[in-house]
């Protein structure tokens, strides 16, 4: 026995160790492959649920923007529209609580819906609260760049221009010549250097934006205004 045992080649006494270690240990093996089954089909279920979850709040959000739109056009002073309004900031606040992470699409549009409604509105504070969330969450997005524009837009409506200068300035700094908001933001931060008589910040914003963006509307208007300034 011993002879033979010599003469196993190596490849032969792996496999024999091999069988042993199989036939000692298969119930423990077993067990661990049905664990990882069970793994991988929760993993399987798991990322099921989790896209269905997200189709789901992408339909009620496109179904959110479509309520905001008919808002628009109904009687403000109607108990129709005080109803469907009533109703839309619920969905809405529905679709945040059921939302994934606060920079995910559905937070950011409902957000950015719930900014408009009360921009609508002419609520000017809450509308602002909702557009600052955006513009923090969303910051390097596209949404980020538009919010700030509402948001200021906001202020400025709200009577804070320092606060509306603030959010246009902010829009260059983070954005630069990547928003297309970063040209009626550029023009407006000067406007308001102008209507606050510092002149030479609004002649250096308005040569800035004519620089920047030659082809642009606002770049026309700021020539305009740099002849007057001049």
């Known amino acids: ?112 819906l719930l900014g408009l409604y009360y921009a609508f509105a002419e609520d000017w504070a809450t509308a602002l609260s909702y557009f600052q969330t955006v513009a923090t969450d969303g910051q390097g997005t596209y949404f980020g760049s538009l919010a700030l524009a509402n948001a200021a837009a906001c202020a400025e409506n709200n009577g804070d221009q320092n606060l509306a200068l603030q959010y246009y300035n902010q829009i260059w700094d983070d954005y630069g010549t990547e928003a297309p908001e970063s040209p009626k933001a550029l023009f407006n931060a000067a406007r308001i250097y102008e209507q606050t008589g510092d002149t030479e910040l609004a002649t250096a914003t308005y040569n800035q934006l004519v620089d920047q963006f030659t082809s642009s509307e606002y770049s026309q208007l700021a020539s305009a205004r740099l002849i007057v300034l001049e």
């Not at 992408?58 to 129709?80: C, I, R, W």
């Open 1 to 112: 026995m011993k002879d033979k045992n010599k003469n196993l080649t190596s490849s032969e006494k792996l496999a024999a160790k091999t069988e042993g270690f199989f036939a000692r240990n298969y119930r423990l093996l077993i067990i661990i492959l049905v664990l990882i089954a069970v793994a991988c089909v929760g993993i399987w279920i798991g990322s099921v649920i989790a896209g269905n979850s997200a189709s789901s709040r992408a339909d009620a959000v496109y179904q959110l923007e479509s309520d905001y739109n008919a808002l628009l056009l109904m009687d403000v002073n109607s108990s129709d529209y005080t109803t469907a309004a009533s109703q839309f900031v619920s969905d809405a606040e529905a679709i945040l609580a059921d939302a994934g992470a606060s920079g995910d699409y559905a937070s950011l549009k409902t957000n950015y």
